[in-house]
């Protein structure tokens, strides 16, 4: 039986255009080291850490750390845009962005059939899940360019690797944003062990506001 | 020393079966292997001694005048056992010969007496492997019984005595004449149609020509079923015009048709690859000729077709235009296997009934896409298959073994996990899985974890169902799981496929390899769920991945990524994930090993250029660094199971530093004629991986209408 997931004990508060944790009264000592340890991991990835880029297709623009390592692949429902970051510490599950872009015509990656409302895709996305312990946050929006992204955060358990031993039942967790355009929309989700998550935020949220549909 | 009674015997039989006997000329019709086909185990067994098949389906002997004759081989097979058998008994008696005693043996000498009986298991009697089974644990008796069973003595009452008590093979029809025990091979002849005077073999000749050499080649994709061809004894100059597929030698029943002219030709020239599995009993050269597939050949006519929108970007300031697909679909060249064709192959198939079961639940119920490929390579290349957690490597399911000089490849399926829980002060610990065969230790210098449920000798204290099915529980908490065979039917298509792909050289991508494996897998698993309604045949893991693959095919796609390119798996280089990337690196490998072979440092250099960004912001990843990175982080985790403690970590980490090779693996490794050559063949190998993934697509839009 995978153990259900251990409730978090600091959830993410998505506000309109924000991403950040919610203020609780700490100890004087524990703020000053939280604060020393996120102005350690800003100066680490400075602003010039992120390039521009942009899939051959050319359907968007973002910004992405400049030590990341994208490609694209086709998919059933219709292309998708991995971009690989950094390794967790045990070295079981590598960090990274994943972009989906489903064609509203063709199919959608959630839900298997014909194409799915990018709606239906939430929901899929957002299912609980006893047997991995999965679930999620409430949607919030977020502002990205002229648009709006639903974005809402998952965890789930699994044994990572799957296949090799020792396998060790881990908490993986996502940011999930869902952009549409059109009746074609983009499911962006950034993974990672949830030790690590915490320090991906920045990413995510940087990721998310450089996010440029071509044409919208 | 080995005792004198099975010497003697084995050294009578082929004296019995030599030329006194023969007493009628030779008059009788050869013998045709179309007409009355032979088991895997007399084919490899006259490969071994140098036997031909020629195009009309007689055999001749090396150096004969004339083909075998059809009363003639019995006996010939016979012959052909007793010698082996002789062999293997000489090889040990000079083995414990040389030793100080058998109660005394070393290392080597036992593994070299373990070597030679478990090669030659299929040939000894039973009171031989009486006598050498303690050589073997449990484990490893049932699978060599299970892959060369006895034959069962016909319930006669003669043969009802002291000796045949434990002399009853699991399966009712042994593959071919196998070796025997004195009374149980008297049996055997009483029932088979014997001839009644025997024919003496030839005498090979040193001085008469060479007879043509057995070369089966491949059919064209028209062929309906499993075909052999034997190339005519002049070979023609001109190839053939249509794309061929990889052999299908199905040894139990060899169907020929005429070789395409120059058939031969192509079949020597057409050998790359990286995986080169030789099944027993034939030599290397013999398989290169029989089953090595061969690259595929550009259609006739390529239509032009636009280039997909989404795989061609590498990067921000990496530009790679796509590239041209020249090359006929990789599925499309192999060759159908029909349910009926396999069901005869599975009749004498050289694996246990359990294994059977499971290959038959491929058979039934992988995707056509894959069923082709997995039951071929079964067919063709004889894998050795068995359900062995001694063996099981590094593998939680299945692990495959390469081939190794003479033996064919091998997938050894785990009978289930050892499962074991961290526990903390307050809160549950994280759930660990191992694996139970020594090799995941040894490989990183540590010993066997102290679980019990990692020693098979240990007693479970209860047993119950559990999520992991039958699960024994043990007093140390750990416990060990059994997984069902259907889940183990999805694992063997996998690993199956993923030696095909290894096979035909399209590989190079181990994200494709793996998703394209991974992805049959989960269809064979609806398949089986569809008709028992449910997904509870499932272990936790695998039914958490079916279920994402048939709720959201994206997230089982990037979990997959994910896991592979973390530095414990160390499969996937992140730098190189995607197959424009991976194209540009090999060809920037190959203009710098072309340019300055030999020089390390410019292939160095080259893998860092290739990072998006255009800059170098860490070491180069090598083959070898990211293997020994893979050990480092796995003993890590052992420690933090709480399965190693810090003195072992610390030798674990010093044995691994020792034994890393930068220079045994990856692009740089090798001469540098050989390095390039290597190099040209992944590019080949890269283009039929992004093949592969268009294959996939369309096999998974089909499955989602």
Not at chain 2, 523 to 528: E, F, G, N, T, W
């Amino acid at each position: 039986m995978i153990p259900p997931r251990p409730l978090s004990p600091t959830p993410f508060l998505m506000a309109q255009g924000t991403l950040g944790l919610r203020p609780r009264p700490r100890r004087g000592a524990v703020l000053l080291a939280a604060l020393l340890v996120a102005c350690e991991a800003r100066l680490a990835r400075g602003q010039d850490d992120f390039g521009k880029y942009s899939p051959s297709s050319g359907r968007f623009t973002c910004e992405l750390p400049l030590d990341w390592h994208a490609f694209e692949e086709e998919e059933p429902a219709g292309f998708a845009v991995h971009v690989l970051g950094p390794d967790d510490p045990a070295g079981s599950y590598r960090a990274g962005i994943d972009v989906h872009f489903v064609d509203g015509g063709r199919g959608a990656p959630a839900g298997g059939g014909s194409s799915v409302p990018a709606k239906q895709a939430i929901e899929t996305l957002r299912r609980s899940d006893k047997l991995t312990g999965r679930q999620s946050t409430p949607v919030k929006r977020f502002a990205v360019g002229k648009g709006l992204a639903r974005t809402f955060e998952v965890w789930e358990t699994r044994f990572v690797p799957a296949e090799l031993a020792p396998s060790v039942s881990q908490v993986i967790h996502h940011f999930v944003a869902v952009i549409e355009s059109g009746d074609d929309y983009y499911v962006i989700r950034l993974s990672s062990s949830e030790e690590v998550y915490v320090d991906l935020r920045d990413v995510f949220v940087r990721f998310l506001k450089s996010f440029r549909i071509k044409g919208a | 020393m080995l005792p004198l009674r099975p010497l003697l015997l084995a050294a009578l039989i082929p004296l019995t079966s030599g030329p006194s006997l023969a007493a009628e000329p030779a008059a009788d019709k050869p013998y045709d292997v179309n007409a009355k086909p032979l088991s895997n185990r007399e084919f490899g067994l006259l490969f071994r001694s140098s036997y031909t098949i020629r195009q009309d389906g007689t055999v001749w002997a090396p150096g004969a005048g004339q083909p075998v004759l059809e009363r003639e081989m019995p006996y010939v097979v016979e012959k052909l056992i007793s010698g082996q058998r002789l062999k293997a008994l000489l090889t040990l008696n000079l083995i414990l010969s040389r030793s100080q005693g058998e109660k005394k043996l070393t290392a080597d000498e036992r593994e070299s007496i373990r070597r030679v009986v478990r090669a030659d298991w299929a040939y000894l009697s039973y009171e031989t492997r009486k006598d050498f089974k303690d050589y073997f644990n449990r484990d490893e008796l049932d699978a060599m019984d299970a892959d060369s069973p006895l034959p069962r003595a016909p319930l006669a009452p003669r043969l009802l005595h002291e000796d045949d008590d434990g002399a009853e093979a699991p399966e009712p029809s042994a593959p071919g004449p196998q070796a025997q025990g004195p009374k149980v091979q008297a049996s055997e002849r009483s029932r088979e149609p014997m001839p009644e005077e025997r024919v003496p073999m030839t005498t090979p000749d040193p001085n008469a020509p060479e007879p043509p050499v057995l070369d089966l080649t491949v059919p064209g994709p028209s062929a309906p079923g499993p075909r052999v061809q034997v190339a005519a004894a002049e070979p023609s100059p001109a190839p053939p015009s249509v794309p061929v597929a990889p052999p299908l030698m199905t040894p139990l029943g060899i169907q020929r048709q005429a070789a395409p002219p120059g058939a031969a030709g192509k079949a020597t020239a057409a050998s790359e690859g990286p995986l080169s599995g030789v099944p027993a009993g034939m030599t290397a050269e013999e398989f290169e000729r029989l089953a090595r597939p061969k690259p595929p050949q550009p259609p006739p006519a390529p239509e032009p077709k636009a280039p997909p929108p989404g795989p061609s970007a590498p990067g921000p300031q990496v530009q790679v235009a796509a590239h041209p697909q020249t090359e006929p679909s990789p599925t499309a060249l192999v060759a159908e296997v029909t349910a009926e064709e396999f069901s005869k192959f599975l009749v004498d198939a050289p694996c246990s009934r359990q294994v059977r079961d499971i290959l038959k639940m491929v058979s039934d119920h992988a995707p056509r896409f894959a069923k082709d490929r997995s039951l071929s390579l079964v067919m063709t290349l004889l894998p050795r298959i068995a359900v062995d957690s001694v063996r099981s490597g590094r593998g939680i399911r299945a692990w495959t073994e390469s081939p190794r000089a003479g033996q064919p490849a091998s997938v050894i399926l785990s009978p289930g996990p050892v499962i074991f829980e961290r526990k903390k002060l307050f809160f549950k610990g994280a759930e660990v899985l191992l694996s139970q065969s020594p090799d995941a230790y040894h490989r990183l210098g540590l010993p066997v974890p102290g679980l019990k449920a990692v020693n098979r000798e240990s007693v479970p204290s209860r047993t119950d169902i559990s999520e992991w099915g039958s699960t024994l529980r043990f007093d140390d908490g750990s416990s060990r799981g059994s997984f069902t065979p259907e889940a183990q039917a999805g694992t063997l298509l996998a690993a199956l496929l993923e030696l095909d792909m290894a096979r035909r050289g399209q590989d190079a991508s181990p994200y494709a390899s793996a998703l394209f494996a991974r992805t049959a897998q989960m269809m064979l698993y609806a398949s089986v769920a569809k008709s028992l309604k449910t997904d509870e045949f499932l272990d936790p893991e695998t039914r958490a991945s079916y279920r994402q693959w048939t709720r959201s095919p994206s997230e089982f796609r990037d979990h997959i990524l994910h896991t592979l390119s973390a530095g414990q798996a160390g499969l996937v280089d992140p730098r190189r994930a995607g197959p424009a990337q991976a194209e540009l690196f090999g060809k920037t490998m190959l203009s710098s090993c072309r340019g300055k072979a030999g020089q390390e440092v410019q292939a160095s250099a080259a893998a860092d250029a290739v990072q998006p960004g255009g800059r170098a912001s860490r070491p180069p990843l090598g083959w070898a660094s990211a293997a020994a990175d893979s050990k480092r982080l796995q003993a890590r985790a052992l420690k933090s199971a709480g399965l190693v403690d810090a003195r072992q970590l610390d030798e674990s980490l010093a044995y691994i530093e020792k034994t890393a090779d930068p220079l045994t693996a990856g692009p740089g490794a090798g001469a540098p004629a050989d390095r390039c050559r290597r190099l040209e063949g992944e590019l080949q190998s890269l283009r039929r991986s992004a093949l592969l993934m268009d294959e996939l697509v369309k096999a998974e839009r089909a499955f989602r209408p």
